[in-house]
């Protein structure tokens, strides 16, 4: 079973309306990422927090609005998103060891949020 | 700019056939970080494993192994008497040492993988 558990499973949402998604670990890892993977495409990275900061945005829209609220919890609010928007949604930790260095850390996924934009 | 490349987009076999899964990457980093993970239709990637880019040594585990040549800046994996457990979409990824906590991936195309009776 993963130990990083993404909520709602699946998402039907029109172009007006706001929503989040949810994701949640418990293994103590300081490293939270979210990811979007259209079909028959690899995972596309948007968002990375590192210690509950925000450490890199790969020049996502603004209609997505990340939040992590503790070392946990991962949220992604979503407004007035776009069809194209459409996706499967996955959240990732990792430890993020300060000292390891970026890059040689595993990630650890949650099943992700099928995301459908009407 | 880093890129992995999976030439092979869809692979069919029959139960208990060996299959190689190919992996070509680029890079202008001499640290770097080679990893295999497997996406079955629940849709979680599983890691699979980790190399560095200085341990060329090939590993085994169970009927999984992987062989790293960075003369050919190629990180194949090699399924052994494949099983219909292991259909599922293979990504190699690539991700680069730096500063920080977080790591940033550089994924494949990726295989799908699909084992039949």
């Known amino acids: 079973d993963t130990e990083v558990t993404q909520t709602p499973k699946h998402l039907v949402m029109g172009m007006t309306n706001k929503k989040s998604l949810k994701c949640e670990q418990h293994?103590?890892?300081?490293?939270m990422y979210w990811y979007k993977q259209k079909a028959k495409k690899p995972p596309e990275l948007m968002f990375v927090?590192?210690?509950?900061?925000?450490?890199i945005n790969e020049s996502v829209p603004s209609r997505f609005s990340p939040e992590c609220p503790n070392s946990s919890l991962l949220n992604l609010h979503l407004h007035a998103l776009q069809p194209e928007d459409s996706a499967l949604y996955l959240c990732a930790s990792s430890q993020g060891r300060p000292g390891q260095g970026r890059g040689y850390e595993k990630l650890f996924f949650g099943s992700g949020t099928q995301l459908s934009v009407l | 700019a880093q890129k992995v490349t999976q030439a092979q987009t869809e692979i069919s076999v029959v139960e208990k056939e060996d299959v190689t899964l190919d992996c070509v990457y680029e890079t202008r980093d001499t640290t770097y970080y080679l990893f295999w993970y497997k996406q079955p239709p629940s849709g979680e990637l599983v890691f699979l494993i980790r190399?560095?880019?200085?341990?060329?040594q090939n590993e085994i585990s169970g009927r999984y192994s992987w062989n790293f040549q960075k003369s050919t800046s190629s990180f194949n994996f090699t399924i052994t008497a494949s099983q219909v457990v292991d259909s599922a979409v293979y990504f190699c990824a690539l991700s680069e040492r730096g500063t920080g906590t977080a790591s940033k991936l550089t994924f494949g195309t990726g295989t799908r993988l699909q084992v039949t009776l």
């Open positions: 293994m103590g890892h300081r490293a």
């Open positions: 190399r560095n880019s200085f341990d060329e």
């Open positions: 927090y590192s210690y509950e900061k925000l450490s």
